[in-house]
C-alpha cells in the first residue's frame, strides 16, 4: 500500500501483469489499477 513520500522517489517494486509479465512500477501503484506499459521497452510509462 502507498505510504506518503512513495512519489517523491525513483522506488519500485515488481509488478504482475494480467499477461503474465513482471515489471517494476512506482510505490504508489496499487494491485488492480490500470497502468500504461511502453511495448517496444516493457517499461512503466504512467497511469491508464
Excluded: C, H, Q, W
Aim: hydrophobic content about 35%.
Amino acid at each position: 500500500e502507498g505510504v506518503r513520500g512513495d512519489t517523491a522517489s525513483n522506488v519500485t517494486k515488481p509488478a504482475l501483469l494480467e499477461t503474465g509479465k513482471t515489471i517494476n512500477v512506482p510505490l504508489f501503484i496499487k494491485e488492480g489499477e490500470n497502468i500504461k506499459i511502453d511495448t517496444r521497452s516493457g517499461a512503466y510509462m504512467g497511469r491508464a
